[in-house]
């Protein structure tokens, strides 16, 4: 395979002379590796939503058909401090209908993954977690190939952040492709 930096310095050796050689190392950073270059398998996918993701568009679904020997691993999640800061100060009963409410919010949205994942033909899993977010995902996406999540996880969307800070703090923390839908 042909170097990719050899490449373009032969399609520009004439034009810019020194100065392209210049142009190159100031921004190098910004040029893909051929490591980089390469399509990286996909045999895992992790699917992570939460009340502020809602429901799954139908184009996350074409994505994912992209890749049809694939698992998807579907889950809603909960924020388990949430949940223990209600029953805390509000008490074990409102505890327990926020838990309810979001168990049944969860199984809404894990009902119409299946459905689309199913007539995808792809195998999958779903499930509803009580958890930190981020630990959960920085931890589950260590064994899958791919993360899919929602700009909106883990956050309600303001006007100046187009990506909530949990979506950013947790691509930030992984070294695996992320899809940010």
Same mark, same amino acid.
């Given at each position: 395979?042909?170097?990719?930096?050899?490449?373009?310095?032969?399609?520009?050796?004439?034009?810019?002379?020194?100065? #392209?050689?210049?142009?190159? +190392?100031?921004?190098?950073?910004?040029?893909?590796?051929?490591? !980089?270059?390469?399509?990286?398998?996909?045999?895992?996918?992790?699917?992570?939503?939460?009340?502020?993701?809602?429901?799954?568009?139908?184009?996350?679904?074409?994505?994912?058909?992209? #890749?049809?020997?694939?698992?998807?691993?579907?889950?809603?999640?909960?924020?388990?401090?949430? #949940?223990?800061?209600?029953?805390?100060?509000?008490?074990?009963?409102?505890?327990?209908?926020?838990?309810?409410?979001?168990?049944?919010?969860?199984?809404?949205?894990?009902?119409?993954?299946?459905?689309?994942?199913?007539?995808?033909?792809?195998?999958?899993?779903?499930?509803?977690?009580?958890?930190? +977010?981020?630990?959960?995902?920085?931890?589950?996406?260590?064994?899958?190939?791919?993360?899919?999540?929602?700009?909106?996880?883990?956050?309600?969307?303001?006007?100046?952040?187009?990506?909530?800070?949990?979506?950013?703090?947790?691509?930030?923390?992984? !070294?695996?492709?992320?899809?940010?839908?």
């Amino acid at each position: 395979m042909v170097n990719f930096s050899e490449l373009i310095l032969r399609k520009f050796r004439n034009i810019a002379g020194s100065k #392209y050689e210049e142009i190159m +190392k100031a921004y190098q950073e910004f040029f893909l590796t051929e490591e !980089e270059l390469r399509i990286p398998t996909v045999t895992s996918i992790l699917l992570v939503v939460d009340r502020f993701s809602g429901r799954i568009p139908s184009e996350v679904f074409d994505v994912l058909s992209a #890749y049809p020997r694939a698992r998807v691993d579907v889950f809603y999640l909960v924020d388990f401090s949430l #949940y223990a800061l209600i029953r805390e100060t509000l008490g074990e009963e409102e505890a327990e209908a926020f838990k309810r409410n979001e168990e049944a919010l969860g199984r809404e949205i894990l009902e119409l993954a299946e459905r689309a994942l199913s007539e995808l033909g792809l195998e999958f899993s779903t499930g509803i977690m009580f958890a930190d +977010k981020v630990e959960f995902v920085e931890i589950e996406s260590k064994t899958r190939d791919l993360l899919v999540i929602s700009r909106h996880f883990g956050s309600e969307s303001i006007k100046t952040h187009k990506v909530s800070p949990i979506v950013f703090r947790i691509v930030q923390g992984i !070294e695996k492709p992320v899809v940010v839908y």
